[in-house]
Antibody
């Protein structure tokens, strides 16, 4: 069974960089594409971006200028960095695996709340 | 990319069948069979309920079914149960090699 666990600071100051890591267990990170999705309080889901173990990435056009997703195959982890954050980036951030044959998000982490506030 | 369009809320009684809609464009829902549906209970992570328009993952009740016509995908729940009360989101792969979600539909079982 694939399991994903997000980790990182729960509080980030405005204009600073949000950094989160997703640790994958039960599967090799070289097996799939991996993605980040967020959900602002009381709002819907927003896709952020994906990465393949080779380093290939793509991002939501609305966030592309501020987001970087990277992978560390030695640790079976992938990470999200989002710079110049504002209160609008306050959300629960989920990491998930992408089934590359059906292009759906089949396994999800439990999510981690990141609050942007001074 | 614009979010897919879903009704904000739907309600139904136990035992009824209800259908959610998810409308996109020819560059997402209409152009691919990669439409999926997710169920989210309060405070929980989303759960995959339907993939590739109409396929159920192992362990998902056969009361859940999906379909698509043109730029609109649909999720139907038959024999509505109290435990089905949740938020439901559709998602589609897009021509830009990205994904897009709908705004979500809140299902109330009355």
């Amino acid at each position: 069974q694939v399991q994903l666990q997000e980790s990182g600071p729960g509080l980030v100051k405005p204009s600073e960089t949000l950094s989160l890591t997703c640790t994958v267990s039960g599967a090799s990170i070289s097996r799939n594409y991996w993605t980040w999705i967020r959900q602002a309080p009381g709002k819907g889901l927003e896709w952020i971006g994906y990465i393949y173990y080779s380093g290939s990435t793509n991002y939501n056009p609305s966030l592309k200028s501020r987001v970087t997703v990277s992978v560390d195959t030695s640790k079976n982890q992938f990470s999200l960095k989002m710079n110049s954050v504002t209160a609008a980036d306050t959300a629960v951030y989920y990491c998930a695996s992408v089934d590359m044959s059906q292009l759906d998000f089949d396994y999800w982490g439990q999510g981690t709340l990141v609050t942007v506030s001074s | 990319q614009s979010a897919l369009t879903q009704p904000a809320s739907v309600s139904g009684s136990p035992g009824q069948s209800i259908t959610f809609s998810c409308t996109g464009t020819s560059t997402d829902v209409g152009g691919y069979t990669y439409v999926s549906w997710y169920q989210q209970h309060p405070g929980k992570a989303p759960k995959l309920m339907i993939y590739a328009v109409s396929h159920r993952p192992s362990g998902v009740s056969n009361r859940f079914s999906g379909s698509k016509s043109g730029n609109t995908a649909s999720l139907t729940i038959s024999g509505l149960q109290a435990e089905d009360e949740a938020d439901y989101y559709c998602s589609s792969y897009t021509s830009g090699n990205t994904w897009v979600f709908g705004g979500g539909t809140k299902l109330t079982v009355v």
